[in-house]
């Protein structure tokens, strides 16, 4: 019996979600919860699968990373209209998708928070075509407020190490196409770990091979 605990990036699930389902961009989140269940319990070995050199296996935990939504009222830099973050759609359906995630069994979420000086930018692939034009163009849509995620990538990395050093499962399957795991993935591959990567279908660097055990995604690629 081989005990897997499998550990999701929110932000970057969430990210891709809307490419990997159909429509997945107006899914309410009971739905988008349940298709994360789904898709978790798909990388679990089923006995009618198993081949002579497969053991079963059994779920540990499914952890999930993410932050709260941001809550504080803002004026916009360009059209002075005042933005209310808690009466936001993105606020909504965080809080009512992490009400449904705690509902499911063995799921544990790990939440950190966004970080914003209140400072705003000019996102790179706005800008190369506003130079490319004239900044008469500039709209409300270019500007975008400077957020960081705190407390999420430490969480993934500090749970990888307490599962690998206690012992706790044989198997740790990561869902995310970040490389910030690498460090934590070293110490897991080094106390016997199983590491699995699960990127989404999302590219990732070549690199990244050397510091996992296999890659694997196991719902339909997307178009």
């Not at 009512?96 to 509902?103: A, I």
């Amino acid at each position: 019996m081989i005990k897997t605990a499998i550990l999701i990036d929110g932000a970057f699930f969430l990210k891709r979600y809307g490419k990997l389902f159909k429509g997945g961009i107006n899914h309410k989140p009971e739905i988008v919860a349940s298709n994360l269940y789904t898709i978790c319990h798909r990388h679990l070995t089923t006995k009618k699968k198993l081949d002579q050199n497969e053991q079963q296996e059994n779920l540990y935990r499914i952890f999930y990373y993410d932050c709260y939504p941001l809550n504080f009222r803002i004026h916009h830099p360009l059209t002075k209209k005042l933005i209310d973050f808690s009466k936001t759609t993105e606020h909504r359906f965080r809080q009512e998708f992490f009400k449904e995630l705690k509902k499911k069994r063995k799921v544990a979420l790990r939440l950190g928070h966004l970080v914003t000086y209140k400072d705003w930018k000019i996102p790179a692939y706005h800008l190369k075509d506003l130079l490319k034009q004239n900044f008469g163009n500039l709209t409300e849509g270019h500007i975008t407020l400077d957020i960081v995620q705190k407390g999420t990538d430490i969480k993934i990395g500090i749970d990888i190490a307490s599962l690998a050093l206690k012992k706790q499962v044989d198997r740790i399957i990561l869902i995310s196409g970040d490389s910030d795991f690498v460090p934590a993935a070293k110490l897991a591959r080094r106390e016997g770990i199983d590491f699995i990567l699960d990127p989404l279908w999302q590219r990732i660097s070549p690199s990244l091979y050397e510091h996992i055990d296999g890659l694997r995604s196991v719902i339909k690629k997307p178009d």
